[in-house]
């Protein structure tokens, strides 16, 4: 398998602008996560997903903020507006449940820039 | 609230040292605990998992819990250059919850 798999890589995009972060997951993983990485508050929990039914929203900082997991290898991040203070690295991550739990896997995280 | 708590370094070692590595977290009924290495402008990898109370050690990695302490280590033995990271402890309450970073330690091994 790939990996898990984020696009794009990097994103400079003006603020007010509508940004979609895309991740597949690491095939026959059920748990998808999204973190936001930056320097003051390390890796934060945004939203994450268990079969593709979003299960705990409530690190997603502002409405301005949606996920979506529309099918087991596909998720979406989109703000909307953006903002500058959005500028932070994104990762998405998957694990497979067992009871004693897993680790997460990293895709290689979209680095977004709102000037 | 559930919180990991890590020095946030530069914690400097000479090459061939051990580097000991800390982190305290705050829910006692946290189940599993990891470490993840993260190499500037990449994504985290894991390097070791523990479980239970006591050390695990793989190759020159060793983690070390102490539940009633609350209180998970990393050591690294013979330090190489390498090994230069953050090192980013995580924990699980349980089986079905994601992951609790801790803000990451940077380590710097000199040559």
């Known amino acids: 398998d790939a990996g898990v798999i984020q696009s794009p890589r990097h994103e400079v995009t003006e603020m007010g602008q509508e940004v979609t972060l895309r991740c597949k997951p690491i095939s026959g993983h059920d748990y998808l996560f999204w973190y936001r990485q930056t320097m003051m508050r390390g890796l934060e929990l945004l939203i994450y997903f268990n079969n593709n039914v979003p299960i705990d929203d409530s690190g997603m900082p502002e409405d301005r903020f949606s996920a979506k997991m529309p099918n087991a290898s596909f998720s979406t991040l989109k703000i909307q507006p953006s903002e500058p203070r959005d500028s932070a690295v994104y990762f998405c991550?998957?694990?497979?449940?067992?009871?004693?739990?897993?680790?997460?896997?990293f895709g290689q995280g979209t680095r977004l820039t709102v000037v | 609230q559930k919180e990991v708590e890590q020095n946030s370094g530069p914690l400097s070692v000479p090459e061939g040292a051990i580097a000991s590595l800390n982190c305290t977290y705050s829910d006692r009924g946290s189940q599993s605990f990891f470490w993840y290495r993260q190499y500037s402008g990449k994504s985290p990898e894991l390097i070791m998992f523990i479980y239970s109370n006591g050390d695990k050690e793989d190759g020159r990695f060793t983690a070390q819990l102490n539940k009633a302490s609350q209180y998970v280590s990393l050591l690294i033995r013979d330090s190489q250059p390498s090994d230069s990271a953050t090192y980013l402890c995580a924990v699980r309450l349980s089986g079905n919850t994601p992951l609790v970073f801790g803000k990451g330690t940077r380590l710097s091994v000199i040559a």
């Open positions: 991550a998957s694990s497979l449940h067992t009871p004693g739990g897993t680790e997460a896997f």
